[in-house]
Antibody
Framework: EVQLLGSGGGLVQPGGSLRLSCAASGFTFSSIAMNWVRQAPGQGLEWVSTIGGGGATYYADSVKGRFTISRDNSKNTLYLQMNSLRAEDTAVYYCAKTWHLDSWGQGTRVTVSS | DVVMTQSPLSLPVTLGQPASISCRSS???????????LHWFQQRPGQSPRRLIS???NRDSGVPDRFSGSGSGTDFTLTISRVEAEDIGVYYCMQGTHWPRTFGQGTKLEIK
């Protein structure tokens, strides 16, 4: 059974940093593209970033230069390093697998506020 | 960026009746490999999104056959043949052909 367990969310001040993790199991993690998608309170879904199985990375313009997606295939874990956080980054962050988001994790909440 | 436009944004339906959601893209979603990467997701209240349909018309494993997807190019439709209570939630289309990936605004399905 595919499992994606997100963690690392919390309350952070504007300008601060946070690292999200997504622990994967039930599939061959190393060969599969992985994604982060976020949902601001009461809003729709927004794609944030994708990393391919070979390491190629893609970012939304809204986070480019501030967020870094990475993966540790030895730990079956996806990461999102978030720097220079802004109030508008407040959202639930979901990890999802494959280029076309066929399975999603439970989400981890990030709140950027002073 | 490819703009995905869904309609309606709110869809009141009677249980047992059909429902349809439209999704239009600002560019063709046909990729160079000939595949159309248009997907539909369901988000029930308080839950994570779940993919229902991939490639415009391919139902994911475990998805009831009352859900179907159709369309091509820039014009797509999600149809529920007979709405059940468990179908309540928000439905999103998403294009996976172009970078950045983009979602529609979401359509809220509710019971009349």
């Amino acid at each position: 059974e595919v499992q994606l367990l997100g963690s690392g969310g919390g309350l952070v001040q504007p300008g601060g940093s946070l690292r999200l993790s997504c622990a994967a199991s039930g599939f061959t993690f190393s060969s599969i593209a992985m994604n982060w998608v976020r949902q601001a309170p009461g809003q729709g879904l927004e794609w944030v970033s994708t990393i391919g199985g070979g390491g190629a990375t893609y970012y939304a313009d809204s986070v480019k230069g501030r967020f870094t997606i990475s993966r540790d295939n030895s730990k079956n874990t996806l990461y999102l390093q978030m720097n220079s956080l802004r109030a508008e980054d407040t959202a639930v962050y979901y990890c999802a697998k494959t280029w076309h988001l066929d399975s999603w994790g439970q989400g981890t909440r990030v709140t950027v506020s002073s | 960026d490819v703009v995905m436009t869904q309609s309606p944004l709110s869809l009141p339906v009677t249980l047992g009746q059909p429902a349809s959601i439209s999704c239009r893209s600002s560019q063709s979603l046909v990729y160079s490999d000939g595949y159309t990467y248009l997907h539909w997701f369901q988000q029930r209240p308080g839950q994570s999104p779940r993919r229902l349909i991939s490639g415009a018309s391919n139902r994911d494993s475990g998805v009831p056959d009352r859900f179907s997807g159709s369309g091509s190019g820039t014009d797509f439709t999600l149809t529920i043949s007979r709405v059940e209570a468990e179908d309540i939630g928000v439905y999103y289309c998403m294009q996976g052909t172009h970078w950045p990936r983009t979602f529609g605004q979401g359509t809220k399905l509710e019971i009349k």
